[in-house]
T-cell receptor, first 116, second 112 residues
């Protein structure tokens, strides 16, 4: 287990289709965060999990977005009825809650979504 | 929402020169972190400074924090072409989410 893994790396989809991304965090990390990053901008917080519980969702997460983390392990982020404005890099990060204030977060390489 | 601005938005320097990036934020923080992002890749954690610290060093990196001005700076000394990347500051929220709130980033180009 060498880090946070995200799949796929790239996804091209037609407008209106559904897409699902997967994030595998570092195994002992109980916190998992999703961020969205558009070109030339910093990442924006979407949602986070502590174990299997989704504790916060930002207003950016419209009802077309849903995230899960069954059994507190990997997480999925699904976008239904994709729109061109959903085109972005989707980043996942994990951490140990107890260490969050003392250590940095480990990010995956991201999934780049292009909606055509 | 973005935490604040980073200045400059873009910086081009010669290899061997120092690079300084500044970050401002809006709310009270638990700590402030700096990340590097190579083009099209994920973010890599560089350094963390706690709200009660004023300066921190790690290798060629030096970070300062001024909580009265809600600002931080990142200095990279003796820059190398491999330092070419985007650099982001991120504050850790005071609530129990500990989520990161990022600035808009500085794009650094180090010319060989």
């Amino acid at each position: 287990d060498t880090g946070v893994s995200q799949n796929p790396r790239h996804k091209i989809t037609k407008r209106g289709q559904n897409v699902t991304f997967r994030c595998d965090p570092i195994s002992e990390h109980n916190r998992l965060y999703w961020y969205r990053q558009t070109l030339g901008q910093g990442p924006e917080f979407l949602t986070y999990f502590q174990n299997e519980a989704q504790l916060e969702k930002s207003r950016l997460l419209s009802d077309r977005f849903s995230a899960e983390r069954p059994k507190g392990s990997f997480s999925t982020l699904e976008i239904q009825r994709t729109e061109q404005g959903d085109s972005a890099m989707y980043l996942c990060a994990s951490s140990l809650m107890a260490a969050a204030v003392n250590y940095g977060y480990t990010f995956g390489s991201g999934t780049r979504l292009t909606v055509v | 929402s973005q935490q604040g601005e980073e200045d400059p938005q873009a910086l081009s320097i010669q290899e061997g020169e120092n690079a300084t990036m500044n970050c401002s934020y809006k709310t009270s923080i638990n700590n402030l972190q700096w990340y590097r992002q190579n083009s099209g890749r994920g973010l890599v954690h560089l350094i963390l400074i706690r709200s009660n610290e004023r300066e921190k060093h790690s290798g060629r990196l030096r970070v300062t924090l001024d909580t009265s001005k809600k600002s931080s700076s990142l200095l990279i000394t003796a820059s190398r072409a491999a330092d070419t990347a985007s650099y982001f500051c991120a504050t850790v929220s005071m609530d129990s989410s500990y989520k990161l709130i990022f600035g808009s980033g500085t794009r650094l180009l180090v010319r060989p």
